[in-house]
């Protein structure tokens, strides 16, 4: 237990910041733009269950920006559900390497928990949009976002660099989405922090972008 690599071994639920799959898939897929509009309820019924915000709000209009910056769970859903489907949000979980390992060198990696499509129920499209129902390890949460911040390709982590001085060979990325689609998530993402539920990730003097998110987990 105490030996194990939890960045790769260890799996959670990881809550909103799994929202960048639904987001970037949406831009990607041209669906929508950032500036795209919703009238949006505090709730919203998928199949069976009530899905609620974390804050209590009325109904508002939100753009997809101001969706990703307040990290609305109804307004994620949304697009979801009505603008991508199931079909391809289930490409675009596979596309950012949920469900399958990522390749480095690190042993004991476990490929997370993804329920295939053809095993969704009617709420799955409620759910996993605002990750849960998805179980992921922190190495690819992180492989992710280092795919948007890196101009949409993403890297295949390594951590060995040399061996008995020599070089090792490192597999080339491979791209997830546009440079024009990583750059306007980026300017989303930074609004989160300048404006949204991240503010206090602020740095004063530097330019910081990123998503908050809560997970739940077993105790």
Not at 107 to 130: A, H, K
């Amino acid at each position: 237990d105490e030996r194990r690599n939890r960045a790769v071994t260890d799996l959670y639920e990881p809550g909103s910041t799994f929202k960048i799959v639904t987001i970037a898939g949406a831009l990607e897929d041209n669906v929508v733009t950032p500036d795209t509009s919703f009238t949006l309820a505090p709730t919203i019924q998928v199949a069976d269950r009530v899905i609620h915000e974390s804050h209590i709000r009325g109904t508002e209009r939100m753009t997809v920006r101001q969706i990703l910056a307040e990290s609305s769970n109804v307004g994620t859903i949304t697009i979801a559900k009505d603008r991508l489907g199931g079909p391809e949000l289930a490409r675009w979980i596979s596309r950012f390497g949920f469900g399958k390992k990522s390749g480095s060198d690190l042993p004991g990696e476990s490929p997370g928990m993804v329920l295939p499509y053809d095993r969704w129920s009617g709420s799955t499209i409620g759910n996993v949009p605002i990750g849960q129902g998805i179980a992921v390890t922190p190495l690819q949460m992180v492989s992710a976002y280092a795919a948007i911040g890196n101009g949409g390709v993403m890297p295949t982590p390594h951590v060995i660099a040399k061996i008995s001085g020599r070089k090792v060979h490192q597999a080339a990325g491979r791209r997830v989405v546009s440079k024009y689609t990583a750059d306007r998530m980026t300017a989303m993402f930074r609004d989160v922090v300048v404006e949204g539920t991240g503010t206090e990730a602020a740095i004063p003097g530097y330019t910081v972008a990123g998503k908050t998110g809560t997970a739940n987990k077993v105790e």
